[in-house]
């Protein structure tokens, strides 16, 4: 379903991590791609037809920024609290977990690999996808949250809808009556508050207000798709429910006799096999301090 103005474009595999849904926003004299991390070949319609001005990223994780290189003569758009990422790249390294977990020294190693385009590849993440040094290369401007502004003709409000990071908002379009919700995502696996910027109470704060949008339809950037607002009403409390099933789980290792510190290694949201992957197991390291937090326990050193 594509709407008067505005044209959904889907990743591969349902847009799965790592890739999303993008939204092409065709306002008649401006026209604009946002999150673009459908892919190259999601996008060969668009080459054809389109001329794109402008790239509005909502936040800077690699799914929703990867293809800012596609375009590269489209002035870039982020959020206000990320906006000057893009110029100093660390701050990525920072904010995603890489310097809680593996120090300055590993700053410095990923930005050296993501720089390289022969860099070998993880399995399971996009920790050294070249594509995040190709699409972080152009200065981003910043756009405003909360305050109505277009996009050539068409109205967009960018509701600031931090937890997933800092930044995090999700694009709101009042004449369509529809909200590109981004990672607050409804899938099985649950709400990603993972990175050292993001914050458990926020998310849940944040995906309970972007419910409540005068919006008819609400799209995820991830596998679920376009959902009415009953649908997405509807199915919200269960997947923010994952939060609390998360909790109860540490809580129960905790019981078990297994020490803080030796909980990732036992698989706390990331089952072990997958922690060969050093994103994969700076994640996990990551949510169980968040987890942890929660019961005002010390984050231990991991």
Same mark, same amino acid.
């Given at each position: 379903?594509?709407?008067?103005?505005?044209?959904?474009?889907?990743? $591969?595999?349902?847009?799965?991590?790592?890739?999303?849904?993008?939204?092409?926003?065709?306002?008649?004299?401006?026209?604009?791609?946002i999150? &673009?991390?459908?892919? $190259? *070949?999601?996008?060969?319609?668009?080459?054809?037809?389109? +001329?794109?001005?402008?790239? +509005?990223?909502?936040?800077?994780?690699?799914? /929703?920024?990867?293809?800012?290189?596609?375009?590269?003569?489209?002035r870039?758009?982020m959020?206000?609290?990320?906006?000057?990422?893009?110029s *100093?790249?660390?701050?990525?390294? #920072?904010? =995603?977990?890489?310097?809680e977990?593996?120090?300055?020294?590993?700053?410095?190693?990923?930005i050296?690999?993501?720089?390289? !385009? #022969?860099?070998? =590849?993880?399995?399971?993440? !996009?920790?050294?996808?070249? @594509?995040?040094? =190709?699409?972080?290369?152009?200065?981003?401007?910043?756009?405003?949250?909360?305050?109505?502004?277009?996009?050539?003709?068409?109205?967009?409000?960018? +509701? /600031?809808?931090?937890?997933?990071?800092?930044?995090?908002?999700?694009?709101?379009? &009042?004449? @369509?009556?529809?909200?590109?919700?981004?990672?607050?995502?409804?899938?099985?696996?649950?709400?990603?508050?993972?990175?050292?910027?993001?914050? +458990?109470?926020?998310?849940?704060?944040?995906?309970?207000?972007?419910?409540?949008?005068?919006?008819?339809?609400?799209?995820?950037? /991830?596998?679920?798709?376009?959902?009415s607002?009953?649908?997405?009403?509807?199915?919200?409390?269960?997947?923010?429910?994952?939060?609390?099933?998360?909790?109860?789980?540490? @809580?129960?290792?905790?019981?078990?006799?297994?020490? !803080?510190?030796?909980?990732?290694?036992?698989?706390?949201?990331y089952?072990a096999?997958?922690?060969?992957?050093?994103?994969?197991?700076?994640w996990?390291?990551?949510?169980?301090?968040?987890?942890?937090?929660v =019961?005002g326990?010390?984050v !231990?050193d991991?």
């Amino acid at each position: 379903m594509d709407f008067k103005s505005i044209k959904i474009i889907n990743g $591969p595999n349902a847009s799965r991590f790592p890739s999303c849904t993008t939204l092409l926003v065709d306002g008649g004299d401006t026209v604009a791609v946002i999150d &673009p991390g459908a892919g $190259p *070949e999601a996008f060969a319609v668009v080459e054809d037809k389109y +001329i794109i001005d402008i790239i +509005i990223n909502t936040h800077y994780h690699f799914d /929703h920024i990867n293809g800012n290189y596609l375009f590269p003569n489209a002035r870039v758009l982020m959020n206000p609290v990320e906006a000057g990422f893009f110029s *100093e790249i660390r701050n990525v390294a #920072k904010w =995603l977990g890489i310097a809680e977990i593996f120090g300055d020294s590993g700053v410095e190693d990923w930005i050296k690999k993501v720089s390289d !385009p #022969k860099t070998r =590849l993880t399995g399971y993440s !996009p920790c050294y996808r070249h @594509e995040w040094w =190709l699409s972080t290369r152009r200065e981003a401007q910043s756009y405003q949250y909360d305050r109505e502004w277009q996009i050539g003709r068409v109205r967009v409000i960018m +509701i /600031h809808s931090p937890g997933h990071t800092r930044g995090f908002c999700c694009p709101y379009f &009042p004449d @369509e009556g529809l909200v590109y919700t981004g990672d607050i995502d409804l899938t099985g696996f649950g709400p990603w508050y993972f990175g050292s910027d993001g914050d +458990i109470e926020e998310f849940v704060a944040s995906a309970r207000r972007v419910a409540q949008l005068d919006a008819r339809w609400f799209l995820t950037g /991830h596998q679920e798709g376009l959902l009415s607002r009953k649908e997405f009403k509807e199915r919200l409390e269960q997947y923010l429910d994952i939060i609390n099933q998360r909790q109860e789980r540490l @809580e129960s290792m905790l019981r078990e006799g297994i020490r !803080p510190e030796e909980i990732s290694g036992h698989g706390f949201v990331y089952a072990a096999k997958y922690q060969v992957d050093p994103w994969i197991a700076m994640w996990d390291k990551i949510a169980v301090r968040k987890h942890l937090n929660v =019961l005002g326990m010390d984050v !231990p050193d991991q």
